[in-house]
């Protein structure tokens, strides 16, 4: 099966490029998602269909060594690299392209062809470092993109098409429109704000109105969905699995030592000299106590014996791409952390937020620093200011996570934490 490149592309126009993307473009983010879902496939599909041209194959070796992904809003901005790569895949439908786009997503026209430039240098930047990674040359490059042609033309989003587009054409080797076959089966393309591809299949009506496919994918689907349950039903429960409940798409936590802690997501009361607080089985406060009370901060020699480990909370997590919402749950735990602080007067924490590899590392520093701050802040209120000796927000430094990957696999390298500092 050929490498989809959209999978390579679609970590790069994460949640938090499209939030900033749409602050600085004065859209909703929702518009500029919608828009998102058209132009990738759009711009790859034609990569694909002059995959043997000079320029774009030069653009592609070009941006391997380039520093597109690293600043995608600001690199994207009246480069000509991506002018001459867009006179390429478009031609003279460029402004067919910009238009009809404007108006499926609602969005500005300058808008539009400011997101055509960011989306056309994620894809060249993203399939130029996946050839210089993979060592590449002009041919297996042009390979690649003659791979894409059977993948992405049927993955536009419902409600825009290629002859919408004004491109219908572009997508043929011949010039020629091809007929569709009898039966076929289109896929969707979603792009969401977490930078995740859905591919969602829809039966196609073929010409005689009597496609088998009509009754049998729903039967198929139902079949699959039954079986997935009963498996859930029947999967044994795993009491020292690490469950992580978070909406962030975007950003926190990963320099987490063989120390650190792991919850089992069981509540229970937790003993602090007297007080009883509510948390997890082996969670962030039961780990934390149970270190004071050994006497394992009080015999630390000095920062360096305790820099390697951290403490993940259970329960603090931000609303998207926010860094002063917190969710519902996230004041309780760090009322029990302060509770902590204030019963060991002597002991001392630092606070630190990581990222996964969406986003950007501007974006992700940014967003992780100020996190990192607001719990700080939070925990100054609740008076414990003189305990906390420091904040620091670590972006995507110690992700390990590709930034192709899914959500759920980027999460270990997404949270909030503290660790005990001399």
């Known amino acids: 099966m050929a490498l989809n490149i959209i999978d390579l592309i679609k970590g790069q126009l994460g949640p938090a490029l499209v939030a900033q993307t749409a602050v600085q473009l004065g859209e909703s983010e929702s518009a500029v ?10 711009v790859v599909g034609g990569m694909a269909n002059h995959a043997g041209n000079p320029t774009l194959v030069d653009s592609i070796t070009g941006a391997s060594s380039g520093n597109l992904l690293g600043n995608l809003l600001g690199h994207t901005q009246g480069n000509e690299t991506l002018n001459s790569v867009l ?11 910009i238009h009809s786009t404007s108006t499926f997503a609602n969005t500005k026209e300058d808008s539009t062809m400011a997101l055509t430039n960011i989306v056309t240098g994620a894809a060249l930047g993203s399939i130029g470092k996946y050839a210089a990674d993979n060592n590449l040359k002009e041919s297996g490059i042009t390979t690649l993109l003659e791979d ?28 020629t429109t091809t007929a569709q076959p009898v039966v076929n089966t289109e896929e969707k393309i979603d792009v969401t704000r977490a930078g995740q591809t859905h591919v969602n299949p829809e039966p196609v009506a073929s010409e005689d109105g009597g496609s088998i496919w009509k009754w049998l994918l729903p039967l198929i ?26 909406e962030l798409v975007d950003t926190t936590f990963t320099e987490i030592s063989d120390n650190a802690v792991s919850s089992s997501q069981t509540m229970t009361d937790i003993d602090l ?20 009370k050994s006497d394992g901060y009080a015999n630390a020699a000095d920062d360096a014996a305790l820099k390697d480990n951290w403490y993940e909370f259970d329960n603090v ?21 302060a509770q902590i602080l204030k019963a060991y007067p002597d002991a001392k924490i630092k ?19 100020e996190r990192a701050s607001y ?16 904040t620091e927000g670590y972006s995507n430094k110690f992700a390990e996570v590709p930034a192709g990957a899914s959500d759920a696999e980027r999460a270990e390298d997404r949270d909030i934490a503290v660790r005990f500092t001399k």
């Open 87 to 97: 006179s390429v895949i478009f031609g003279d439908k460029l402004n067919t392209v």
């Open 273 to 292: 000299n007297g007080t009883t607080l509510k948390g997890y089985n082996n969670g962030l406060e039961m780990s934390m106590i149970n270190f004071l």
């Open 317 to 337: 997590n931000f609303k998207m791409n926010s860094s002063t919402e917190m969710n519902s749950g996230s004041m309780d735990q760090l009322n029990n952390l």
């Open 351 to 369: 606070i630190g937020a990581h990222a996964d590899n969406t986003g950007g590392d501007a974006i992700n520093q940014k967003l992780s620093q």
């Open 33 to 42: 998602s919608k828009a998102i879902s058209a132009l990738l496939p759009a």
């Open 375 to 390: 719990i700080k802040s939070e925990l100054d209120k609740l008076g414990v200011a003189s305990q906390i000796t420091g």
């Open 148 to 175: 894409q042609k059977g993948i992405v033309t049927t993955l536009l989003p419902a409600g825009i098409s290629l002859a919408s587009l004004g491109i219908g054409e572009v997508y043929n080797t011949d010039g």
């Open 221 to 246: 689907l139902l079949l699959l969905a039954a079986w997935f349950l009963w498996r859930q039903c029947n999967k044994p429960v795993d009491n020292n699995t690490s469950v992580v409940t978070s």
